[in-house]
């Protein structure tokens, strides 16, 4: 692991920040590295306000989409609410469609089948409009690169409306209107939404037309804190606004389908982080296992126990997402040592029996092992489709743009995409791809890094010091939980490995002559025993975090890696 201190921010600053908010350097730091100089602007990021949400109509398009839909309502038009099956997708149709469903009854719901259909919008989701007399499609969470269905639709006297946040390619879909804060003739102040952020702003913008306002929507900001988590997009600016409130919602009043998964995990309360891995997966398997219909049935179910008895199912869905997910990755690994390619720039690797659903995930594993650029490959019709993963810093959706003449369609982000390759084109794919990683991924990148925002000493770890720090949440990309690196540290002597494998490592840490015994616990890092022992001194990068045992809550330091003082 390479261990990276942030730069220094200007130390003037930093202490005109530390004396207007009356706390420590190291918390006034903390801040600065967010973009937060002034009192003004720490009020606003430890204070979000639902009146900091931009006006909607900024969005290009936006004043179209709602024409297009009011006119549809005063004619009583059907309307198919489009979207995809992953959590993103699936929230965004619960949202719009529960919030349109209060506006007249003709709402209709499609989520395409992830292995009939594949991802985004689909012929046969169009001629299922067709067959059902819909005269206007909405999708969400794709659409952005569907020409080619746009124009097919539109041919059969169907209009579109597109909601998306993917990058847009060089041409955009005539549709009656392409909300996608994305394109570069979109002024929208934010660029970062979620889909289900976008379809939010729909509903924002049709709720003005009503004389509705921000605090008639909140209802549906569980959906978008769950989608805003589980598509890992920044938590800054809007999307922390939308995620604490969205936080609230989860907490204390949610819908019945995000409330019976809660009920199953028996939590209190959760965290965003307790959104990614205990909400959004099993919102997920559903789509990967099953079906998406599963997941939104869930989420815009009005009854409790119905609700109840669909998250069960969801629940057995995920259990055996977690097999699959398991045992394909054993293969994957394997694969990879039978062809000697554990020191290939890039991890290329298929087997036409993998599950769909879970290569994404699959995906993740392999970088755990082998830290690159990943791609995993299955079989899908007549078609190959793959997902892949990207390592800090490396942006593997322009890498598949320069392997575009292998590839029939692809999609996604810096970090995550998906794509579909005719099978004879997968050996030519996988050597550009590997040629493009060689070129293109520094030296730096090629080993996972620690970002250190602050080094301290572990007196400065206080009560008052924790507290502000959960101020700080939500966190998530570009407002990350802080990680520290202390160092001149000893282990009081019953430092030992822990877990039912022994992969873990349980510490109380001394900082230099404070005696003071400081607990941690470090999941994964069992292999560092040796370092601490004999009252070796040592230096530890972690997150400081709290631990509840027998109703006793006590601070405890997240160890993420040590290493020799």
Known sequence: ????????????????????????????????????????????????????????????????????????????????????????????????????????????????????????????????AE?????????????????????????????????????????????????????????????????????????????????????DLTQYLDLVATAIAADIVPITGENRVLAYFGLQVINQQPRNGIKAIIHQVKKTELTITDVV??????????????????????????????????????????????????????????QIEDAHEQQNFSTVVYSETWHKGVIGIVASRLIET?????????????????????????????????CSEFIEQFGGHKYAAGLTIKEENYQNFKNKFEEVVENTLPEALRTPEISIDAEINLSEITPKFFRILQQLAPFGPQNMKPTFMSSGLRDNGYGKKVGADQTHLKLGIIDGVNQKTYNAIGF??????????????FKAAFCVDENTWNGNTSIQLLLKDLQPD
């Open 524 to 537: 994964g890092l069992g292999d560092k025993e040796e370092l601490i022992k004999k009252g070796n001194s």
């Open 277 to 334: 891995f205990i909400i959004a997966p099993r919102i997920n398997a559903a789509g990967r296992i099953k079906h998406g219909n599963y997941a939104v049935e869930l989420l815009t179910e009005l009854d409790f126990e119905s609700a109840v008895e669909f998250a069960s199912a969801i629940e057995n869905n995920n259990n055996e997402r977690k097999e699959l997910d398991k045992t394909i990755t054993v293969e994957a690994l394997q």
């Open 131 to 215: 067959d059902n007399d819909i005269g206007l499609i909405i999708a969400l969470d794709c659409g952005i690169k569907a020409i080619d269905k746009v124009e097919y639709a539109t041919k059969k006297g169907i209009d579109f409306i597109i909601c998306d946040h993917h990058r847009p390619g060089s041409e955009i879909p005539k549709a009656v209107a392409v909300l996608d804060p994305k394109r570069e003739d979109c002024e929208y102040p934010y660029k970062e939404l979620c889909g289900c952020g976008v379809g939010f702003k729909l509903i924002q913008a049709l709720a003005e037309k009503r004389g509705e306002t921000i605090d």
């Open 370 to 402: 082998y830290y690159k650029p990943t791609l995993v490959f299955t079989k899908s019709g007549d078609y190959l489709a793959a997902s892949a993963r990207s390592v800090k810093g490396f942006d593997v959706y322009n890498a598949l743009e320069q």
């Open 1 to 128: 692991m390479r261990w990276k201190l942030k730069p220094e921010p200007n130390p003037q600053i930093i202490l005109q920040l530390a004396k207007e908010l009356g706390v420590e350097i190291t918390l006034a730091k903390l801040l600065v590295q967010r973009g937060i100089e002034t009192f003004k602007q720490a009020k606003a990021f430890f204070r979000p306000s639902l009146d900091e949400l931009h006006n909607p109509y900024l969005m290009k398009d936006m004043d179209l989409a709602v024409e297009r839909i009011e006119l549809a309502i005063a004619n009583g038009e059907n309307i198919l609410v489009y979207g995809d099956y992953d959590v993103d997708g699936t929230t965004s149709v619960s949202l719009l469609s529960s919030y349109l469903k209060t506006l007249q009854p003709n709402i209709a719901t499609y989520i395409p089948d992830r292995y009939a259909e594949g991802y985004g919008v689909s012929y046969k989701g169009i001629d299922y």
